[in-house]
């Protein structure tokens, strides 16, 4: 009895225990699985594309060191130009001097054989008082005036003897004016005004510098946020794969134990498991690389103490976009790329040294004239009186000659000049080649990437059409695991090539906006350069959309670029005919004045809509157009979603080629929004940006 009770006893225990340690295992189960399901913000931050932009320009060292560039040329012009600032010279002295005199000196003071004593040179004695103040201007045809006064009090062994001296001390004083005009050298307005030039060439192209800078950090920016998309979405893809061969691996198991399938299929599909999660944190470590690369951007030195959070993007990748035409892109990389002006503008800057380096050639040939009232008194107020009473005039002209012998120094500064010219224009050549290389290269990757994205999405279709194939015979009895494997992984590279893909075209429409100049204006940012000490930070004013909170996930802000963009290539393919190429059409400089009411998404029947802005014209490059507005319409709205157009704000300033709406028979079904006042164009026709 005793050893059933043991026994019975051992039983009740290991059941204890086995019930205990199911307890445990379940809430672990249940904590894990709380931890796996718990919000994302815990442990991440959403940020978006506008988002990531904000803070470059907020943080980014680099921009704040280029911001500071203009401001300081624009001090180097202020202190080139007070040159041209009136100078005031003041002086006051005393002097005692105790002088032998020789003989010649001794008999021209007075002096007689009885004075005489001794053979001792007799010492003459002087206490003077010598002030000067004068006020001094140049100008910038290089004239310089000099009014000033000289005051003397002197008190000396000569006038000490009363008579002959009519006054001790004696108080001279001179009251009168200067001018010196060089007539070769350094003569001229453009010559002394050399130096302002250039400083202010400097600030232009420090600015342009500071936009170029600006451009390339925007174009670094985006670029590395869709990075951080493509890996956070390809991340999310290896580990829904690790949940497909998950269940393979347990399917696997139920048919090896009902005896339809062999334990080697069970372990292929286990391997599967094992090497996706290898795959997953691959792309896991991936997606910590492409966060950090764009904080790297983002992110300053105050940031060194901040908590880590994972970034999740939110955003979509476009599937097609229109390849802009060539030379349009050229045109506007010419009137818009700022390194490309920079090249520009230091030919000028060379110019001016050029020109101020042949003037330094010449001698140095002056023009100098005074006029001046002398007067000489018992005390300064007589001394003054006396002479605006015209005691004493005194004038003088005359011109003064130097030049140095062999002039070497202005020759060689010559040479100098003029090779930097040669090196500036062979940098514009430069630039001229990089800019349409540059044009060229960025509309072949986006021709390419086009064609990516749709090859990208057929293997995908066909690679799921497969799979679904390979799980019906799978469930069917007639496939094998090995099959389903290799199929699923088909799939998993199918989805990896197209979201790589779509990656790079929305990268390659970066590209395009960079290399065309129109980056920062599409993306309303400005350099924001200021001369003020405050500092300012470039301006970025993001379009705002509204929208409500079930439909911001699939709106994702998908603003979209180029002047009317990601209208699908085969929708432009069947506007019109081949003609269409040959169009007529305007470009013109305008200025927004007023823009029709921007239709709501949820309320329009199709896919996009047109709306008509009214535009000032500033220019007519192009063509002829002779009112003084335009009415030009634009699409807001596309793939049903609000375009970066919707969101141009009046005053705004761009340059566009435009044609008549009316050469696009096919737009006629659009639903347009005209609600602008026409009375400066006169509705006469509405224009469409060139296609």
């Not at 045109?331 to 490309?340: H, I, L, P, Q, S």
């Not at 001698?363 to 018992?378: E, V």
């Not at 990268?507 to 400005?526: A, H, P, R, Y």
Request: overall charge negative.
């Amino acid at each position: 009895m005793e050893q059933l009770y043991e026994h019975s006893r051992c039983q009740r225990l290991v059941m204890t225990l086995t019930l205990l340690l199911c307890i445990l295992a379940t809430a672990t189960a249940d904590a894990q699985e709380a931890a796996d399901s718990a919000p994302i913000a815990a442990t991440s931050a959403n940020i978006t594309l506008d988002q990531a932009i904000e803070a470059l320009l907020r943080n980014n060292l680099r921009l704040k060191v280029e911001r500071l560039n203009p401001q300081i040329e624009a001090d180097r012009m202020v202190m080139a130009s007070s040159e041209f600032d009136p100078e005031m010279r003041l002086s006051g002295t005393y002097e005692s001097i105790n002088r032998p005199q020789n003989t010649r000196e001794f008999v021209a003071t007075g002096g007689t054989n009885e004075d005489l004593g001794f053979n001792v040179p007799r010492i003459f004695e002087e206490n003077n008082w010598r002030y000067n103040a004068a006020v001094v201007q140049k100008w910038k045809l290089g004239t310089e005036v000099e009014f000033g006064t000289r005051l003397e009090s002197l008190d000396n062994t000569l006038n000490r003897q009363l008579p002959p001296s009519l006054y001790n001390p004696e108080y001279f004083s001179f009251t009168g004016v200067t001018v010196s005009q060089p007539l070769l050298r350094d003569g001229g307005i453009k010559s002394n005004t050399a130096k302002i030039r250039i400083a202010s060439m400097d600030r232009e192209i420090a600015a342009l510098g500071g936009v170029a800078t600006l451009s390339s950090a925007v174009a670094n920016t985006i670029k590395a946020y869709y990075d951080l998309v493509f890996a956070y979405n390809d991340m999310r893809a290896k580990q829904e794969a690790i949940t497909v061969a998950q269940q393979l691996y347990s399917e696997n198991k139920k048919r090896n134990t009902m005896g339809v399938m062999t334990a080697f299929e069970v372990t292929e599909a286990e391997v599967a498991v094992s090497v996706r999660t290898e795959e997953a944190l691959v792309a896991t470590a991936v997606y910590t690389e492409r966060q950090n690369a764009l904080r790297l951007l983002i992110e300053g030195a105050e940031n060194d103490e901040s908590p880590y959070f994972d970034l999740v993007p939110e955003a979509l990748l476009v599937s097609e976009a229109v390849v802009p035409d060539r030379d349009a892109l050229m045109r506007n990389a010419m009137m818009n790329r700022a390194d490309y002006q920079v090249a520009r503008k230091q030919i000028d800057r060379e110019q001016i040294k050029v020109a101020y380096s042949k003037n330094q050639l010449w001698p140095q040939l002056n023009l100098q004239a005074s006029y001046g009232l002398n007067g000489l008194d018992s005390g300064y107020q007589d001394s003054y009186g006396r002479a605006f009473e015209q005691q004493g005039e005194q004038w003088s002209v005359g011109i003064v000659f130097s030049h140095p012998i062999g002039n070497r120094k202005a020759k060689k500064a010559l040479a100098i000049a003029q090779k930097e010219m040669e090196q500036a224009l062979l940098n514009l050549k430069q630039a001229e080649l990089t800019l349409k290389l540059e044009v060229d290269t960025a509309l072949s990757r986006l021709t390419t990437n086009n064609q990516r994205v749709q090859t990208a999405q057929n293997s995908q279709r066909l690679a799921k059409a497969a799979l679904e194939n390979e799980n019906r015979l799978l469930d069917a009895g007639r496939g094998t695991s090995y099959s389903t494997l290799r199929v699923q992984d088909q799939v998993n590279a199918a989805g990896t090539r197209l979201l790589e893909a779509k990656t790079d075209l929305q990268k390659s429409l970066v590209d395009v906006s960079l290399v065309g100049g129109t980056l920062l204006e599409q993306n309303n940012i400005s350099f924001g350069e200021s001369q003020s000490d405050e500092n300012p930070p470039p301006v970025f004013d993001p379009p705002v959309t509204e929208i409500s909170a079930s439909a911001k996930v699939d709106d994702q802000r998908q603003l979209l670029d180029l002047e009317e963009a990601f209208t699908t290539a085969k929708e432009i393919e069947a506007k019109e005919s081949a003609g269409d190429s040959d169009k007529e059409s305007l470009i013109v400089r305008v200025e927004l004045i007023e823009k029709s009411d921007i239709p709501e998404v949820a309320s329009l029947k199709g896919e996009r809509a047109l709306s008509v802005f009214e535009y000032k014209v500033l220019e007519v490059q192009q063509g002829d157009y002779a009112l003084p507005a335009i009415s030009i319409g634009h699409f807001v709205v596309q793939d049903r979603r609000l375009t970066s157009l919707a969101h141009r704000k009046a005053g705004k300033r761009v340059t566009l080629e435009v044609v008549p709406l009316s050469d696009y028979p096919s737009l006629g079904d659009l639903e347009i929004v005209d609600t602008v006042d026409h009375s400066q164009s006169e509705q006469a026709v509405i224009y469409i940006p060139k296609i």
